[in-house]
């Protein structure tokens, strides 16, 4: 099983500002990745696939970068909608992996 | 509009079975695989299963193999989940998704499954 690593766990930043968060994969998965947004009490939204190509009506704030085993998803400019939970998810094998997410809140 | 609608999900004893149901309207259900995920209270996702549009070909996590079962009815646009042998850990929101056999392009607002004595 391919084993997915996200960090930080939790980054704090305010808003308008740049946020980092990483992912990586035990073993390559190609540019088999995507990236999910959870907000508190709802379900999680696809934001990215093929490691960088955003979903249909994501921002262009957001960008994926990354192939093989190590990952990026940047936000550029963070809104206050933004601040959540982020998933990393490798398709390249089953059983499809998710990483266990890093959260991003307020500074 | 893509919308998946899960229901059936309740409170059950450790042991019992409880299925499953999600209806997908907005696409056309038939050309695209289908998956359950699961996120257990406080914590991450996990892949459950997936079936493909043909429903000829079916995937499942090792934690809920032999337990679990994953159908469709492309008559009824309706994706299903007949979980077996429940235990304590399977406790979780589950989504339906739509999905290639790939990633998770959209998501059911999710049903609450309790294992509980």
């Known amino acids: 099983e391919i084993v997915m690593t996200q960090s930080p766990a939790t980054l704090s930043v305010s808003p308008g500002e740049r946020a980092t968060l990483s992912c990586r994969a035990s073993?390559?998965?190609?540019?088999?990745l995507a990236w999910y947004q959870q907000k508190p009490g709802q379900a999680p939204r696809l934001l990215m696939s093929g490691a960088s190509t955003r979903a249909t009506g994501i921002p262009a704030r957001f960008s994926g970068s990354g192939s093989g085993t190590d990952f990026t998803l940047t936000i550029s400019s963070l809104q206050s909608e933004d601040f959540a939970v982020y998933f990393c998810q490798q398709y390249n094998d089953w059983p499809r992996t998710f990483g266990g997410g890093t959260k991003v809140e307020i500074k | 509009e893509v919308q998946l609608l899960e229901s059936g999900g309740g409170l059950v004893q450790p042991g019992g079975s409880l299925r499953l149901s999600c209806a997908a309207s907005?696409?056309?259900?038939?050309?695209?695989?289908m998956s359950w995920v699961r996120q257990a209270p406080g914590k991450g996702l996990e892949w459950v299963s997936t079936i493909s549009n043909s429903g000829g070909s079916t995937y499942y996590a090792d934690s809920v193999k032999g337990r679990f079962t994953i159908s469709r009815d492309s008559s009824s646009n309706t994706l299903y989940l007949q979980m077996n042998s429940l235990r304590a850990e399977d406790t979780a929101v589950y989504y339906c998704a739509k999905s290639g056999p790939y990633f998770f392009e959209s998501w059911g607002q999710g049903t609450l499954v309790t294992v509980s004595s």
């Open positions: 907005g696409f056309t259900f038939s050309s695209y695989g």
């Open positions: 073993q390559s998965v190609s540019s088999n």
